[in-house]
């Protein structure tokens, strides 16, 4: 049986590459959330511009209605 002083460099090298492999894992997790939210930024700023394109087409339509109005009454 091979002493515990022998065991211990093959075993620190083990744990290493296991440290780094986990290491890459979470980095790649980050990544992907990191990738999400940039995602949910963008579709966050669309539907806030079509929420404002609709707002002024509606208020367009509606001054345009007005001054059709305006017209009638006079």
Do not use: C, N, W, Y
């Not at 990738?35 to 700023?45: K, N």
């Amino acid at each position: 049986m091979a002493e515990p002083t022998d065991m211990i460099m093959p075993m620190l090298r083990e744990m290493r590459s296991d440290a780094e492999q986990r290491h890459l894992e979470v980095i790649q997790r980050l990544d992907k959330l990191e990738q999400a939210q940039v995602s949910f930024r963008h579709a966050l700023t669309a539907d806030s511009l079509l929420g404002r394109m609709v707002t002024g087409e509606f208020e367009e339509r509606i001054e345009a209605l007005e001054a059709k109005m305006k017209k009638l009454e006079v």
